[in-house]
């Protein structure tokens, strides 16, 4: 069983930066693909981007392609998204998610999931 545990978030203007992090515990940390995910009021829970269990293959959303970057420390069992040139738009909770087995962007293909963090781009 992985435990999650995301931090980072928090209140950012339009075009700044935010960077979260996802510490996972209890389990073999690399043999999980990570994902990160999120939602906003109103709204399904949606893919923003995945990495394999070696980091070698990263998957992102269009609506974040060139501006957030996932990376992953197996040494420190953490998960990271950098997200640059934030937008208002990009105001959600993000949640981490681990899987067993390759890199997917599917939800439903998760098997542990953090609590989320906040993330609030003001205009």
């Known amino acids: 069983q992985v435990q999650l545990v995301e931090s980072g978030g928090g209140l950012v203007q339009a075009g700044g930066s935010l960077r979260l992090s996802c510490a996972a515990s209890?389990?073999?940390?690399?043999?999980?693909?990570m994902g990160w995910f999120r939602q906003a009021p109103g709204k399904e829970r949606e893919f923003v981007a995945a990495?394999?269990?070696?980091?070698?293959?990263?998957y992102y959303a269009d609506s974040v392609k060139g501006r957030f970057t996932i990376s992953r420390d197996n040494a420190k069992n953490t998960v990271y998204l950098q997200m640059n040139s934030l937008k208002p738009e990009d105001t959600a909770v993000y949640y981490c998610?681990?899987?067993?087995?390759?890199?997917?962007?599917?939800?439903?293909?998760?098997?542990?999931w953090g609590q989320g963090t906040q993330v609030t781009v003001s205009s």
């Open positions: 990495i394999s269990r070696s980091g070698s293959t990263t």
């Open positions: 998610a681990a899987r067993t087995g390759p890199i997917v962007t599917i939800k439903n293909r998760y098997d542990y």
């Open positions: 209890g389990g073999t940390f690399s043999t999980y693909a």
